[in-house]
């Protein structure tokens, strides 16, 4: 299970950012694909998920404003995030999971988001 980050970069509050994760093709049949994120010094929190079927989860502090996909025919989940606050500056990640209530099972390596004037 191979799973990448990209997309992450310097915003200013406000704006928006996506950020994609490209999946192995086995991670994308067999499991949920979330994003997570982590600021030094506190633990890694979930942001968002989607399930095999398509059924998306959201964290309470990104509803309306984080919009989370899949395309198959790339390999990728992606993370539209617009409406960006300071408080998002984080490193995120995303992972794979039996579940949107489970935790990671396999993770790739994180793309840094820093929302600042």
């Known amino acids: 299970v191979q799973l990448q980050a990209s997309g992450g970069g ?4 406000g704006g928006s950012l996506r950020l994609s994760c490209k ?3 086995y991670a994308l049949d067999y ?3 979330g994003w997570f994120r982590q600021v030094p010094e506190k633990e890694r929190e979930s942001v ?6 398509s059924s ?6 990104v509803k309306g404003r984080f ?17 960006l ?3 998002d500056t984080a490193v995120y990640y995303c992972a794979a999971a039996p579940g949107c209530n489970s935790p ?14």
């Open 67 to 83: 919009t989370i996909s899949r395309d198959d025919a790339k390999n990728t989940v992606d993370l539209q995030m617009n409406s």
């Open 48 to 53: 968002s998920c989607i399930t095999r079927h």
């Open 10 to 13: 310097l915003v200013q509050p």
């Open 104 to 117: 990671g099972s396999y993770w790739g390596r994180g793309t840094q988001v820093t929302v600042s004037s």
């Open 85 to 87: 606050k300071p408080n």
């Open 31 to 33: 499991f949920a694909i």
């Open 23 to 25: 999946v192995s093709r």
């Open 56 to 61: 998306t989860h959201y964290a309470d502090f």
